[in-house]
């Protein structure tokens, strides 16, 4: 079990500029999360994935923001034309909430993608 | 509008008595509350979870009791030890309401002194 694996660990960019980043889920889990945290609060929920398809979004989640799934592994967050109110550490989640497993299984996190816009 | 609230940034506590920390929510769907702990530059890690169910659940040197008619839970470490120094989120879910996403807390920073 290698856990949640997130890349770039660290990203810094000038506002206007896209980025995307990646998360790669523990293998067998279905359900894939994005969070955002900035400085003083908890991870606030961005969007959740079952398999491959993206069941919620958050009202924090900007036409800005887009995120795929495309095969039910691997997941990206992109940000379009980013602003310094974007910088925060992106984590990403998963859980292997599903037929046949238990209701209650907790979130997996990665160590998060730490966004700086200049 | 903040759903889960703690209360205290932070709290110290000598090695080898017990922390407690204190979480309060105000959704009543809330029937499922979990602990996360976080350490600098990691993810969150998770610790213990209580369904509504019931009022009590223990794992080693953690307990978590939740108290449903205050909307109010707690986790108290004991013994403390100085590793237990992090970053402490509480977070809740109304699985039986639709299995919405967690809601987190803003923290609670634990520093265990030797």
């Known amino acids: 079990d290698t856990g949640v694996s997130q890349d770039p660990r660290h990203k810094i960019t000038k506002r206007g500029q896209n980025v995307t980043f990646r998360c790669d889920p523990i293998s067998e889990h279905n359900r894939l999360y994005w969070y955002r945290q900035t400085l003083g609060q908890g991870p606030e929920f961005l969007t959740y994935f079952q398999n491959e398809a993206q069941l919620e979004k958050s009202r924090l989640l900007s036409d800005r923001f887009s995120a795929e799934r495309p095969k039910g592994s691997f997941s990206t967050l992109e940000i379009q034309r980013t602003e310094q109110g974007d910088s925060a550490m992106y984590l990403c989640a998963s859980s292997p909430r599903g037929q046949g497993t238990s209701y209650n299984s907790p979130l997996h996190f990665g160590n998060g993608t730490r966004l700086t816009v200049t | 509008d903040q759903q889960v609230k703690q209360n205290s940034p932070s709290l110290s506590v000598q090695e080898g008595r017990i922390s407690i920390l204190n979480c309060d929510y105000t959704?009543?769907?809330?029937?499922?509350f979990l602990w996360y702990k976080k350490y600098p530059a990691e993810g969150p890690t998770f610790l213990i979870s209580?369904?509504?169910?019931?009022d009590k659940n223990e794992d080693g040197r953690f307990t978590v009791f939740l108290n449903k008619s205050a909307k109010h839970l707690s986790l108290h470490i004991v013994p403390s030890q100085p590793g237990d120094s992090a970053v402490y989120f509480c977070?809740?879910?109304?699985?039986?309401?639709?299995?919405?996403?967690?809601?987190f807390g803003k923290g609670t920073r634990l520093s265990v002194i030797a």
């Open positions: 977070a809740a879910s109304a699985l039986f309401a639709g299995n919405t996403p967690l809601v």
């Open positions: 959704n009543s769907m809330f029937d499922y």
């Open positions: 209580i369904s509504s169910i019931k």
